[in-house]
C-alpha cells in the first residue's frame, strides 16, 4: 500500500538538458531498485499531465510512493549519489487524504521497422526482401506518449522508457512494481 511519498525534483542545470537529468536519476533509482529487490516503490510524475501533446516531457519531478519503511530503505541507501548537486529531495510526507489513484507503466511499441527486419532475418534465415514482404513498413508505430531516454546495462544499447499515466480510479489497487517503479495493474496516489 502506498501510504506516503517523497518527491525528487530536478533543478535547473546550465550544462546539462533537463532530459539527460531525467534519464540519469531514472537509471539510478533503477539500479537501486534492483540492487534493493524491491518491488514496493512505485512511481509517477506528477508534472507531465496536462503537457500539450507536442511536449513529451515528464516534467521536473519525480515522485516515489510507498510505505514510509520501504522509502526510508530506499532514501538510506547511497543512489542518488552524484545527483545530489543537480536534485532537491522533498520530505517523507503521507498521501492526502482525498487522493485519487491511477497506473503508472511502461509502454512498448514496434517503433523500429529496420530493426524488426534485422530481427526476423537473424530468427528465421530470411533475405533481405523476405523480411520486407513479412515486415511492411505500416507495421512501424509511433509514440505520443513522454519518454526517458535510458541505456540497457546488459546490452549497452540506448533505448526510450515511455510513460503512461492511466486514467484516474477512486480506489487504489495494491500490487508488485517492477524495477523501474512502474506496474501494470497496482496504482499510486495522484494529486
Given at each position: 500500500m502506498?501510504?506516503?511519498?517523497?518527491?525528487?525534483?530536478?533543478?535547473?542545470?546550465?550544462e546539462f538538458s533537463h532530459a539527460h537529468l531525467?534519464?540519469?536519476l531514472v537509471a539510478k533509482l533503477h539500479r537501486a531498485l534492483v540492487q534493493g529487490q524491491t518491488a514496493d516503490i512505485g512511481v509517477s510524475y506528477p508534472q507531465h499531465i496536462g503537457q500539450p501533446m507536442t511536449k513529451r516531457t515528464l516534467g521536473a519531478v519525480l515522485r516515489l510512493h510507498g510505505t514510509p519503511h520501504a522509502l526510508q530503505l530506499l532514501m538510506g541507501q547511497d543512489w542518488l549519489k552524484g545527483m545530489r548537486d543537480h536534485t532537491q529531495v522533498g520530505e517523507l510526507l503521507p498521501v492526502p487524504a482525498n487522493a485519487q489513484h491511477?497506473?503508472?507503466?511502461?509502454?512498448?511499441?514496434?517503433?523500429?521497422?529496420?530493426?524488426?527486419?534485422?530481427?526476423?532475418?537473424?530468427?528465421k534465415g530470411e533475405t533481405t526482401e523476405q523480411a520486407v514482404v513479412a515486415i511492411p513498413d505500416s507495421v512501424?508505430?509511433?509514440?505520443?506518449?513522454?519518454?526517458?531516454?535510458?541505456?540497457s546495462a546488459s546490452t549497452g544499447q540506448p533505448f526510450c522508457l515511455y510513460i503512461e499515466h492511466g486514467p484516474l480510479q477512486p480506489q487504489s489497487v495494491s500490487g508488485p512494481f517492477n524495477c523501474y517503479g512502474l506496474g501494470t495493474g497496482p496504482t499510486v496516489p495522484w494529486f
Open positions: 502506498t501510504t506516503h511519498y517523497i518527491n525528487i525534483t530536478l533543478l535547473p542545470d546550465p531525467l534519464g540519469a491511477r497506473a503508472v507503466r511502461r509502454r512498448q511499441f514496434k517503433t523500429n521497422v529496420d530493426r524488426l527486419r534485422r530481427r526476423r532475418m537473424l530468427r512501424e508505430r509511433r509514440s505520443y506518449l513522454p519518454f526517458v531516454q535510458l541505456r
